[in-house]
Nanobody, 116 residues
Framework: QVQLVESGGGLVQPGGSLRLSCAAS????????MGWYRQAPGKQRELVAT????????YANSVKGRFTISRDNAKNTVVYLQMNSLQPEDTAVYLC?????????WGQGTQVTVSS
């Protein structure tokens, strides 16, 4: 059974930081891409950051220079998102995504709220 377990969300003041983690298990196919998406109320899901099996990283323009995606190279099934200089517009449910040849898997999401 495939499981993506996310952690690290919460409430933070503007300018603060959070670190999200996602651990994948039960996936028997090679993981091609791991990434983070987010969905704010009333808005479409949007890509935040991805990292490929080969280590190629991509960011949404809105988070470049503030967020950093990384992977546990020893396990290759754990991905992190370090979020700095958080702003109210970063408030959303953050979802972990794993892409394999047969298809994508999603976590249940973790809430990030940026508010004073």
């Amino acid at each position: 059974q495939v499981q993506l377990v996310e952690s690290g969300g919460g409430l933070v003041q503007p300018g603060g930081s959070l670190r999200l983690s996602c651990a994948a298990s039960g996936i028997f196919f090679s993981i091609n891409v791991m990434g983070w998406y987010r969905q704010a109320p009333g808005k479409q899901r949007e890509l935040v950051a991805t990292i490929t099996k080969g280590g190629v990283i991509s960011y949404a323009n809105s988070v470049k220079g503030r967020f950093t995606i990384s992977r546990d190279n020893a396990k290759n099934t754990v991905v992190y998102l370090q979020m700095n200089s958080l702003q109210p517009e970063d408030t959303a449910v953050y979802l972990c995504n794993v892409r394999t040849a047969p298809g994508d898997y999603w976590g249940q999401g973790t809430q990030v709220t940026v508010s004073s």
